[in-house]
């Protein structure tokens, strides 16, 4: 009973593949992953997010340009440049239900 009760309590977990990137979401968190070249430093790297947009520009290299799917908080947003990836995580500003998520596929 209680991992069914874990399963129900967690929300589950979205992702999809694209070129250049993936991204996932769970609940009211969007991770977005960008695979890049080892040795690149934080100054080759640029992200901006607005409410409803997302850029991401590695090496001067459009990777990420366009309007996102729903409104998020730009205040939430944060990125870490890892080994071979940045990391960014935005909130979105209403949590997605699986209704959404059926109605309106990613």
Not at 18 to 29: I, K, R
Not at 61 to 88: C, H, W
Request: glycine residues 4%.
């Amino acid at each position: 009973i209680k991992e069914l009760q874990a399963q129900i309590d967690s929300p589950p977990v979205h992702e999809q593949h694209n070129e250049g990137y993936s991204w996932s979401y769970s609940g009211d968190e969007v991770s977005v992953i960008v695979p890049i070249s080892e040795g690149l430093q934080k100054q080759d790297v640029k992200v901006k997010v607005t409410r409803q947009s997302l850029s991401v520009v590695v090496a001067g290299n459009d990777v990420i340009s366009g309007t996102l799917f729903q409104e998020i908080d730009p205040d939430a947003m944060s990125y870490t440049l890892e080994k071979d990836r940045i990391v960014i995580l935005l909130e979105m500003k209403k949590k997605m239900t699986w209704i959404e998520t059926m109605t309106y596929p990613c």
